[in-house]
């Protein structure tokens, strides 16, 4: 497994050979960049950066598709989704990353994160089966997986979801991003390494990245308030994580992300290393 810093890495159209250094300086080998409508990059632009980064011995470990949620109450929207996402996977291919990122999508009409009582529901898991199903071989023969991130309030809110849809979409060009703090619960999060161990029993080889961040609960009364954190900063079991991390193929990602503070890079890259070493595992 490798360690992949992706908080405060600039847009594509302004990494440098500076960049590049400057994520060696902190400990880091592996990115993650993003694809958005902003910064208009082409192939050759996608390869260029690589060439820039690889030649300071930097890789990209995940490339992020902004922008594009594949299930939208609007049938229209989520096509004009689907086709961007197919138009960027050639650029995660000249990027050098097999890991394209996307949002599940969710039928809240003004955010594809928040809630709506139909996300949980079949309908909107067959839909971004049916997306996942087009896309998938033309990212399978660029040597690339479509990965939908998992969150509580999405489509793909639980660890049966996510198993559920990669077993329909196929066996090639779909994986999946497995973020614990994403979704967990009131009555999973201090029992998190059991949680672990079900998420990668059950889901496997198809996890193709795994995202550091920690979750805590807010010390309120009644309402239970679950919080992101720095990994690190939470109950999150992660010598489990790491654990089980490590037994998936060597390019899989540890990506440290949604850092507020610069100064927490090292913090909690230290953090994981720590934990790595306690879990009798490495990163590469």
Request: negative net charge.
């Amino acid at each position: 497994m490798r360690l992949c810093l992706d908080s405060f890495v600039p847009p594509l159209d302004r990494i440098t050979k500076g960049t590049a250094c400057w994520v060696r300086e902190l400990g880091f080998s592996v990115v993650g960049v993003d694809l958005e409508p902003a910064v208009p990059v082409d192939a050759n632009a996608c390869r260029a950066v690589r060439e820039v980064l690889e030649g300071e011995g930097v890789s990209i470990g995940q490339v992020w598709s902004v922008g594009t949620p594949l299930v939208r109450p609007d049938r229209g929207k989520s096509a004009a989704h689907l086709q961007a996402l197919r138009e960027r996977v050639p650029l995660a291919a000249a990027l050098g990353c097999r890991v394209l990122l996307t949002e599940a999508g969710g039928m809240h009409p003004a955010n594809a994160w928040y809630p709506h009582p139909e996300n949980h529901g079949e309908e909107a898991l067959a839909r971004l089966v049916a997306a996942l199903r087009e896309v998938a071989p033309f990212a399978a023969d660029h040597g690339v997986s479509i990965a939908p991130e998992m969150s509580l309030m999405t489509i793909l809110s639980t660890v049966a979801r996510a198993e559920a849809m990669i077993s329909e979409s196929g066996p090639l060009g779909v994986g999946i991003n497995l973020d614990p703090a994403n979704i967990l619960d009131p009555l999973s999060l201090f029992d998190s390494g059991a949680f672990v161990d079900d998420a990668f029993d059950r889901l496997g080889n198809r996890i193709v990245n795994v995202h550091a961040k920690d979750a805590a609960a807010r010390d309120v009364p009644l309402i239970v308030h679950l919080e992101e954190r720095p990994a690190g900063q939470g109950v999150l079991d992660y010598e489990r994580l790491l654990r089980r991390t490590a037994s998936l193929p060597e390019w899989t990602c540890v990506v440290i992300e949604h850092l507020a503070d610069y100064g927490q890079v090292e913090e909690v890259r230290q953090f994981l290393v720590e934990s790595a070493e306690r879990a009798c595992v490495r990163f590469e």
